[in-house]
């Protein structure tokens, strides 16, 4: 609404000067503050719409995206226009209240794109936190990251070995002579050393894999084809990036209208609220892709080509 109310600025100084009943025209301060509040809150929209969003992973964009929110606030908050000092103050306190701590599964997600990996953390958290909090910070995902991996790393070697046990063959191996009993004893007390690397080692100490900002990347893809390369951790980042960062649809988010369990609605079950909110979403979707064919048909009409008959039979 601001940015078309501003793009039409001079129609409405235009309109104040033929109407002498318009009282409704705003000062060139009030423009100003318009175009200040519109930049500031610019963000927000870019954020809630690909938070929203519904046909890609979320989570592994959230770092990046709600470091830009809290970069336009705090740059409200240190201006020296006094009305973006007023305004942006309680926006940070809110912005510290709900956001303030970056949750631990965000910053995984973050760190299982193959773009950013430790790196987006390590960044991110410069620009978030006092600097003497940052390594403490970034340990710490790292740290409550091991344990999930291998979590996930032990549920798949006990699939393994019981894929192994029903498709394979069993066969005996040479008996062990008396007089070697002793030698084999030996080796069942010697530890065993094993200098291999853990997959979650290997990933996170590869180079981060790069992709132009104009190249669209699916991020589900990627790890689709890199999954016998680390089969655990394909399985990890699968579970972590279907979770959406928001279940609110972005045309909802700043709406004053009742919810899906309104005052007719407060004794619907659970499993009809999904319904609900499931079947809306799809016919939503469908909806969307239904008028994108229409206009690309629109579009192959308009450039097709028709003979027209002439007078002597020939087609022109």
């Known amino acids: 609404m601001l940015k078309s109310a501003i793009h039409y600025k001079h129609a409405f100084e235009g309109y104040a000067l033929r109407d002498s009943n318009y009282e409704w025209s705003l000062t060139d301060e009030e423009w100003d503050r318009a175009k200040k509040v519109c930049k500031l809150l610019e963000v927000f929209s870019d954020a809630t719409d690909l938070f929203s969003g519904t046909l890609y992973p979320t989570a592994n964009l959230f770092l990046v995206e709600i470091f830009k929110v809290k970069r336009e ?15 942006g103050r309680p926006m940070f306190d809110k912005f510290e209240k709900y956001w303030g701590e970056i949750g631990v599964l965000m910053s995984i997600a973050s760190l299982l794109d193959p773009r950013f990996k430790k790196e987006s953390i390590s960044w991110t958290f410069k620009k978030l936190y006092p600097e003497n909090e940052v390594d403490g910070r970034v340990e710490d ?101 279907c979770i959406p960062i928001t279940t609110v649809a972005s045309e909802s988010a700043f709406s ?58 020939a087609s022109s």
């Open 256 to 313: 004053a209208g009742g919810r899906v369990l309104d005052d007719y609605r407060s004794s619907l079950s659970k499993d009809m609220v999904e319904l609900l909110v499931c079947g809306g979403d799809w016919i939503k979707s469908a909806s969307k892709s239904f008028i994108k064919t229409l206009e690309q048909s629109a579009k192959e009409e308009e450039n097709l080509e028709i003979p027209i008959p002439t007078s002597d039979g």
């Open 73 to 87: 606030i705090t740059n409200a908050v240190k201006s020296n226009d006094n009305f973006l000092k007023n305004m």
């Open 141 to 241: 995902v790292i740290n409550k990251l091991k344990p999930l991996f291998e979590k996930y790393s032990n549920a798949y070697q006990v699939a393994r070995a019981a894929d192994s046990n029903l498709n394979g063959t069993s066969s005996e191996g040479p008996s062990i002579r008396d007089g070697d009993d002793d030698f084999y004893a030996y080796l069942e007390t010697k530890p065993v050393e094993s200098t291999q690397k853990s997959e979650l080692d290997v990933y996170l100490e590869e180079p981060n894999f790069v992709v132009p900002r104009t190249i669209k990347f699916d991020v589900l893809q990627w790890w689709c084809q890199n999954s016998s390369k680390y089969p655990v951790l394909s399985k990890m980042a699968r579970d972590i990036f």
